[in-house]
């Protein structure tokens, strides 16, 4: 991946951990994943009835998708299926629902309790094929971590 700085994950997930533990967990979360130069813009959706509802996000601006239905688009597929999604061209991808003109690739990943998917992290990148298959895991073990929070009422 061309322009992508090594990224201590490790670390990363250390940083997770102590951003949980504070007073505005999810605020902390995105706070830390927007720390990735590779990570353009970083948004946690909550699931509410039939809809996805965009929480807290960090990036150069607001999106206009503050809710999304379950089933549409790349976020709404995620949270139907509960399986993450890696598009490494967001142009390829009929599903996309285009936020920004400089995104390239997007990665939606579900939080879920069991089967039932809370909510998910949804990262956008201006960078072609940005993420990688340590990014998907890295942001399986957030989303692990964050499904208590998400629980609990978020």
Known sequence: MCGKAEVNYKALLDEIRAALAGKAPLEGVVDVLSQLPHYSWVGIYLVRGKELV???????????????????????????????????????????????????????VPIKEGERVLGEIDIDSDLPAAFSHEDKAFLEEVARLLAPALKEGG
């Open 54 to 108: 965009l929480g807290p996000w960090r990036g150069p601006e607001a999106t206009g998708h503050v809710r999304i239905p379950l089933g549409v688009g790349i976020c709404g597929a995620a949270a139907a299926s509960g399986k993450t999604e890696v598009v490494d061209d967001v142009s390829s991808d009929p599903r996309y629902l285009a936020c920004f003109p400089s995104t390239r690739a997007e990665i939606v």
